[in-house]
């Protein structure tokens, strides 16, 4: 992968950069480019020719991927950028802070606050004290701040396993009896004619 960034410039040194680019370096006046900062890495000047414009090192809100390509077809990703370079005019103020609100479409306007959450209201006391325990937990150690009532009980009901609030395993339902049909098997059909009297007075 390649380290790229994002150059902004004012629109009268984009002119100056794009008509450096497409005409003969040798003769344009504008025929060298500097970029240096200051110790702290984060403000800086850029030179074209003789002029000089200060600069600034900003965060982007989001990453922004770069492509390239080399039959106009097929992309093949070159980096991962998430910091701009933006250089301003001389007499524009400079940046509040290292992140920029914005990204770099119109879409992405004021994006920190209209995109992103809001990061919680955290006690940096109770974070330290977090950190603390569980690096001592990652250390083979104990918790300094445990609940004590939490393990109590804990080890309550690991000595007394018989009370617990398990339910009794209820004995399965008897099964009703089935009525088998009883048949006849002795005994013949009768049929009408047999119970008509056939003696003859």
Do not use: W
Request: aromatic residues 4%; proline residues 8%.
């Amino acid at each position: 992968m390649e380290e790229q960034f994002v150059l902004r410039v004012p629109p009268s040194v984009a002119e100056r950069i794009e008509r450096l680019l497409n005409e003969n370096a040798s003769s344009s006046e504008d025929a060298s480019l500097d970029l240096s900062f200051s110790e702290d890495g984060r403000s800086g000047t850029f030179a074209i020719g003789d002029d000089h414009f200060p600069a600034s090192l900003l965060d982007l809100p989001c990453v922004v991927e770069s492509y390239k390509t080399y039959d106009d077809t097929v992309l093949i990703k070159a980096a991962d950028i998430g910091q701009m370079i933006m250089v301003r005019e001389p007499g524009d103020p400079a940046p509040d802070s290292t992140e920029y609100r914005h990204g770099l479409t119109p879409p992405m306007r004021d994006a920190r606050k209209r995109r992103f959450r809001r990061e919680p209201d955290l006690n940096p006391e109770l974070v330290r004290r977090v950190e603390k325990d569980l690096l001592n937990i990652m250390a083979g150690g104990t918790t300094e701040n445990a609940d004590v009532g939490v393990a109590e009980q804990q080890d309550d009901r690991d000595e007394n396993p018989h009370h617990t609030n398990a339910k009794p395993a209820s004995a399965p339902a008897p099964k009703p009896d089935v009525m088998e049909t009883e048949t006849n098997v002795g005994e013949p059909e009768r049929s009408d004619s047999d119970d008509s009297d056939h003696s003859i007075d």
